[in-house]
């Protein structure tokens, strides 16, 4: 149990309730450190508060988490790419009847590139949340 719980409503009886922030271990330890003030002894019920712990770490499905993966190569291979394209720009590698042509590709690589990094950048804010 201390593997799901994370908190506990604690019924003491005559209408009080408790909010315990931890596990039924941690509470064991707390209700057999606090003196007991009360005559009456009434059994304690404990209510457990199950929550879901992997859906806090991450919210990304199976496959955005692939697709998360997927789109960090992918831009790693296209800024290469740019790099390569821009290279042979400096360097006058590029036949001139061939310029246009490169320079289409070079933009239509950047614009891939920044959907893919704005797509990642949405993925990776909805993994914190």
Same mark, same amino acid.
């Not at 690589?109 to 914190?128: A, D, G, N, V, Y």
């Given at each position: 149990?201390? !593997?799901?719980?994370?908190?506990? =409503?604690?019924?003491?009886?005559?209408?009080?309730?408790?909010? =315990?922030?931890?596990?039924?271990?941690d509470f064991r330890a707390y209700?057999s450190s606090d003196p007991v003030e009360t005559i009456?002894?009434?059994?304690?019920?404990?209510?457990?508060?199950?929550?879901?712990?992997?859906? $806090? !770490?991450?919210?990304?499905? =199976?496959?955005?988490?692939? %697709?998360?993966?997927?789109?960090?190569?992918?831009?790693?291979?296209?800024?290469?790419? !740019?790099?390569?394209? %821009?290279?042979?720009?400096?360097?006058? %590698?590029?036949?001139?009847?061939?310029?246009?042509?490169?320079?289409?590709?070079?933009?239509?690589?950047? $614009?891939?590139?920044?959907?893919?990094?704005?797509?990642? =950048?949405?993925?990776?804010?909805?993994?914190?949340?």
């Amino acid at each position: 149990m201390d !593997k799901i719980v994370d908190a506990l =409503f604690v019924f003491r009886g005559e209408g009080i309730v408790e909010n =315990f922030p931890g596990n039924y271990s941690d509470f064991r330890a707390y209700d057999s450190s606090d003196p007991v003030e009360t005559i009456d002894e009434k059994p304690v019920e404990i209510v457990v508060e199950k929550t879901e712990k992997k859906a $806090t !770490k991450s919210t990304l499905t =199976f496959n955005e988490k692939r %697709e998360f993966g997927a789109l960090e190569v992918e831009i790693e291979r296209l800024q290469k790419r !740019k790099a390569s394209i %821009e290279n042979q720009f400096l360097n006058v %590698e590029i036949e001139p009847d061939d310029i246009a042509k490169k320079s289409e590709e070079l933009q239509e690589i950047i $614009t891939t590139i920044e959907q893919k990094e704005e797509r990642w =950048f949405e993925l990776s804010m909805k993994q914190e949340d």
